[in-house]
């Protein structure tokens, strides 16, 4: 079975900033990761899409509207027309002239830094092609290969299975939404999503005690998104959860 060969996570419980800490800096900039760094996260996530000219650079929006200065989306923007926007000053003025990250640029930023990285890969159907590109990316940086080091996860569960075939070494995780898993995770998908994913990361909604369990007796880690509060940090961290993906890193300690 390709996913036995699979570096292990750390034991203890996991923190991830969700797209950095983003409740305290612009979310996918490298002043959010930066500031996950310095709260010491384990993880800080961030959303990969790419440019007109076949660049990966890091949104959560289809569009830049929200976020920079700009609008359009993304998929008909150069790096250069997209590099030229704000992507800072939405959130503060202390944050103007923050600029949209690539990938490569944050990977050559972190990699040697005590943080790991959870990337994933927003509405990949756009992005033909997309997850030979991280792949290869990941190869080049060197940081396929260190032991959890990298994460890579998607709502998208076919290119998660797609990425898994090109690097079954990296860990995977499928993200469940509360839309389409409203009714229940049912047995047969999480002997589905087995196959190709280290981690389901539902949305904390969808999690209870016997959620967790279900995920645990398949093997997989548990990482529900995003945790905004303290009470709901203690209500999911009772649930027996691996980690969770969270706003505000000092949730997590
Ligand atoms: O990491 C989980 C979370 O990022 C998924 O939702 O919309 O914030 O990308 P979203
Ligand atoms: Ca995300």
Redo the contacts with the bound molecule.
Sequence with gaps: QQRKVKVQEKAGFIN?A??GASGYAPENTLAAFDKAVKMRADYF?L?VQRTKDGHLVLM?DNTVDRTTNGSGEVKDLTLKEIRQLDAGSWFSSQYAGEKVPTLEEVLDRYRYQPINI?I?L?KPELYPGIEKQVALMLLKKGVSFRPGKIIV?S?NHDSLRTYHRLQPWVQTGV?VSLTEYRKGVSDEKLREWKEFSDYV?PNYKLVDDRLVNRVHQNRMKI?P??IRSKATADEVRATGVDGF?TDYPELGY
């Design positions: 991830v969700h797209r996530e959303d959560h959870l994933e927003k996860q709502f993200l990361n990482l998104y995003t993906i």
